[in-house]
T-cell receptor
């Protein structure tokens, strides 16, 4: 059974710092991995999608990497801003029990202090 | 224009009642999903429909029944509501079910907060 773990559960940094969020998964036979952000009381916003054949994706100040063999992904945020404060979720899609499965981590709550 | 919309945004009801949550996507996607986010903020997939056909049905009580009248809509009906059903329910869609394909990101609705009293 696929398990997704995100470390740390919460992170507080001063504005302007670069930071890394970690995601690990137990079954490396994934199709793709997606990073989301969730603002309090709001829905999810897709940030980056990395296919299993890719090693990284970039969007603005965000860079996500994927190492399937080690079961890890990182989300790098450059020059953090107070507007980046949110919960960041990692999700993996894989094949299991004859159908597609999707599993989320529990998220990392990021606070960027002005 | 809202890509994935859900109604209502908030739903407060008594135990034992039957309620529905509606979801619509205007992205022209083939696949739609329902997720449940519990009080610990953990997201778990409930159902997935591709072109009105049920694809994923996780271990969910049969009091929950998805209905897809067309591929742009996936409504969630819940019968005999229980206290433990209180959660935030998210609808999502993706272009197709080819999960190994390029760009098949999932787009989420704003969520429906269900409170069962």
């Amino acid at each position: 059974k696929q398990e997704v773990t995100q470390i740390p559960a919460a992170l507080s940094v001063p504005e302007g710092e670069n930071l890394v969020l970690n995601c690990s998964f137990t079954d490396s036979a994934i199709y793709n991995l997606q990073w989301f952000r969730q603002d309090p009381g709001k829905g999810l916003t897709s940030l980056l999608l990395i296919q299993s054949s890719q090693r990284e994706q970039t969007s603005g100040r965000l860079n996500a990497s994927l190492d399937k063999s080690s079961g890890r992904s990182t989300l790098y945020i450059a020059a953090s801003q107070p507007g980046d404060s949110a919960t960041y979720l990692c999700a993996v899609i894989y094949s299991g029990a004859g159908s597609y499965q999707l599993t989320f981590g529990k998220g990392t709550k990021l606070s960027v202090i002005p | 224009d809202t890509a994935v919309s859900q109604t209502p945004k908030y739903l407060v009801t008594q135990m034992g009642n039957d309620k529905s949550i509606k979801c619509e996507q205007n992205l022209g996607h083939d696949t739609m999903y329902w997720y449940k986010q519990d009080s610990k903020k953990f997201l778990k997939i409930m159902f997935s429909y591709n072109n009105k056909e049920l694809i994923i049905n996780e271990t969910v009580p049969n009091r929950f029944s998805p209905k897809s009248p067309d591929k742009a809509h996936l409504n969630l009906h819940i019968n005999s509501l229980e206290l433990g059903d209180s959660a935030v329910y998210f609808c999502a869609s993706s272009q197709y079910l080819g999960l190994a394909g390029a760009g098949n990101e999932q787009f989420f609705g704003p969520g429906t907060r269900l409170t069962v009293l």
